[in-house]
C-alpha cells in the first residue's frame, strides 16, 4: 500500500525557518518524481516546487524562489522542503505528492502538513 | 488567477451526469498528461484519474476523464452526494517548468 506522509509543520513567526519532511512506503521512492504543492486556507492547490528521481534537477514556483530549497533522501526515501524567510503568504497545507516515473504519471498525494506564518 | 481554467461551479441532481471542463494551453495540457483531483471539506486531494483517463484502482467506473487538444474533461455519472466536492485538474507546464493547477469546480449534488 502507497503511504505518503508529511510532518514538521508549525508555526513560525514572519522571516524564521521551518523544515518540513515526507516519508514514503510502498512504492520504489527513487523511481518517482516528487512534487511539493500547497493550500492557503480557502484557497486552491498550488504547485511550490519539483525534483527529480536522482535530486539533480529541481524547480521553484517564481513565489518561493531564493527561499525554499527541496531536497530527497532515496536511502531513507525522505522528501524534505527547507523553507527560509517565511512570509505570512506562505501559510497553508503544504501537501508531499508523488509525480511522474518513467511509465506514468499516478500521482499520489499525502494528508498534508499546516505551517502557519504569524507573529 | 491560475493557468489552467475550470468553471467555478457545477451542479446536478443524484442519478445525473456532470462534465467538468479543463482548459489549457499547448505548454500544457496539450502536451502532457492531465491528472483530476477530489478534495472533500476537510481532507486531502485525491487523485481520480491520471495520464488523461487512467483510474487508479479503487476509483469507480463511472468516473472518466478525456483529453483533446488543449481541453480536457472530467465525467461522473450516476452522480451520489458524497461526490458533493471541489475539482481540480492539474498538468505540467513546460514552459513554467512546474505543475499547474485549474481553479477547482466546486460540484453540488443537488
Known amino acids: 500500500e502507497v503511504q505518503v506522509v508529511e510532518s514538521g509543520g508549525g508555526s513560525v513567526q514572519p522571516g524564521g525557518s521551518l523544515r518540513v519532511s515526507c516519508a514514503v512506503s510502498g512504492f520504489i521512492f527513487s523511481s518517482y518524481e516528487m512534487n511539493w504543492v500547497r493550500q492557503a486556507p480557502g484557497k486552491g492547490l498550488v504547485w511550490v516546487s519539483y525534483?527529480?528521481?536522482?535530486?539533480?534537477?529541481?524547480y521553484y514556483a517564481d513565489s518561493v524562489k531564493g527561499r525554499f530549497a527541496i531536497s530527497r533522501d532515496n536511502a531513507k526515501n525522505s522528501l524534505y522542503l527547507q523553507m527560509n524567510s517565511l512570509r505570512a503568504d506562505d501559510t497553508g497545507v503544504y501537501y508531499c505528492?508523488?509525480?511522474?516515473?518513467?511509465?506514468?504519471?499516478?500521482?499520489?498525494w499525502g494528508q498534508g502538513t499546516l505551517v502557519t506564518v504569524s507573529s | 488567477q491560475s493557468v489552467l481554467t475550470q468553471p467555478p461551479s457545477v451542479s446536478a441532481a443524484p442519478g445525473q451526469r456532470v462534465a467538468i471542463s479543463c482548459s489549457g494551453t499547448s505548454s500544457n495540457v496539450g502536451d502532457n498528461y492531465v491528472s483530476w483531483h477530489q478534495q472533500l471539506p476537510g481532507a486531502a486531494p485525491k487523485v481520480l484519474i491520471y495520464?488523461?483517463?487512467k483510474r487508479l484502482p479503487g476509483i469507480p467506473d463511472r468516473i472518466s476523464g478525456s483529453k483533446s487538444g488543449t481541453s480536457a474533461t472530467l465525467a461522473i455519472t450516476g452522480l451520489q452526494t458524497g461526490d458533493d466536492a471541489v475539482y481540480y485538474c492539474g498538468a505540467w507546464d513546460n514552459n513554467l517548468n512546474g505543475w499547474v493547477f485549474g481553479g477547482g469546480t466546486k460540484l453540488t449534488v443537488l
Open positions: 525534483i527529480s528521481y536522482s535530486g539533480s534537477t529541481k
Open positions: 505528492a508523488r509525480g511522474c516515473s518513467s511509465d506514468s504519471c499516478d500521482v499520489y
Open positions: 495520464d488523461n483517463y
